[in-house]
C-alpha cells in the first residue's frame, strides 16, 4: 500500500510547504501532495517542481467548495502538470480539462460538503459512484472514509472496492492518525492512504517531536500493514 504525504493542515497547504520539502527530500518518499487552496500559484508551480525534482509522484486535491471553484482548480492542476487530481465531483467537465494530458483522475465518492470536507452517504451510494467512475474511465477514487457522517468508514472502503474492480486505485483521505487505521484500510481494500495534519500536530507519534521522525513512524507502519 501506498503512503501518499500531504504538505497540508486543516485541509490546507501550509504556508512553509518548500521548506518542508528541503527537510523531506532526502527521505526517498514516492508519493507526495497539496490542496489547492492555503498559498499561491507561484509556490505551488515551485512546489510541484521540488516533488518532481525527486522523482515523486505529484498529487493535488481539490478542496474547493463550489462546482465553479473545483473546475478552476482542476485548470490551476493542468497548468502545474500534475500527475494524480483527486477531489471534485464533476467528472466530465474535469476530464474534458486534462484532456491530452499525464494527470489521472480521482474523483470523491460519496457526497462531501463543507470545508474541512464532511463525506455524506451510504456504502451503496459509495459502491455505485465508484462502478460509475471506472466507466468514465476514472483511474481510482478519493475516498473520505473517516470523515464520513452516514456510514461506518470500512464499509465506504469495501464498498468503494467493489465499486473500482481489481484495477481501480484506491485512495483513502482524511483522518488516517494511527497504525490500526492504516492497518484497517489495507486489510478493506485500500491502495493507499493519505496523512497530512496527523504529522504536522505531532498527533501521530506524539512522543515525538520532529516531522521525520513522524514520518518514519508513518512509513514503518505502512510497510507492516502492506
Do not use: W
Not at 527521505?27 to 497539496?34: P, Q, S
Not at 473517516?146 to 468503494?160: N, S
Not at 482524511?174 to 492512504?193: C, D, K, L, P, Y
Request: with cysteine.
Amino acid at each position: 500500500m501506498d503512503f501518499i504525504f500531504m504538505l497540508t493542515r486543516g485541509d490546507k497547504t501550509v504556508e512553509d510547504c518548500l521548506e518542508v520539502m528541503d527537510q523531506i527530500a532526502p527521505l526517498g518518499l514516492t508519493h507526495i501532495g497539496f490542496k489547492d487552496v492555503g498559498v499561491e500559484f507561484a509556490t505551488l508551480q515551485k512546489l510541484t517542481a521540488r516533488i518532481k525534482a525527486i522523482g515523486a509522484t505529484s498529487y493535488m486535491e481539490v478542496v474547493s467548495e463550489t462546482p465553479e471553484a473545483c473546475l478552476r482548480s482542476a485548470e490551476i492542476g493542468k497548468r502545474l502538470g500534475i500527475d494524480r487530481l483527486l477531489g471534485g465531483t464533476d467528472v466530465k467537465a474535469v476530464q474534458q480539462i486534462i484532456a491530452g494530458t499525464h494527470t489521472q483522475y480521482y474523483p470523491f465518492s460519496g457526497f462531501p460538503k463543507g470545508h474541512p470536507t464532511k463525506l455524506g452517504g451510504k456504502p451503496a451510494d459509495v459502491e455505485a459512484h465508484c462502478a460509475a467512475f471506472t466507466k468514465a474511465g476514472c483511474a481510482g477514487t478519493d475516498l473520505l472514509a473517516y470523515r464520513a457522517t452516514e456510514a461506518d468508514p470500512l464499509e465506504l472502503v469495501r464498498a468503494a472496492r467493489t465499486g473500482l474492480g481489481p484495477k481501480g486505485y484506491l485512495i483513502v483521505a482524511g483522518s488516517i492518525t494511527s497504525r490500526e487505521r492504516i492497518a484497517a484500510v489495507a486489510a478493506a481494500g485500500a491502495n493507499a492512504f493519505t496523512i497530512g495534519s496527523a504529522v504536522f500536530d505531532g498527533s501521530y507519534s506524539p512522543r515525538k517531536g520532529s516531522i521525520v521522525s513522524q514520518l518514519g513512524d508513518v512509513v514503518a507502519d505502512c510497510r507492516l500493514a502492506a
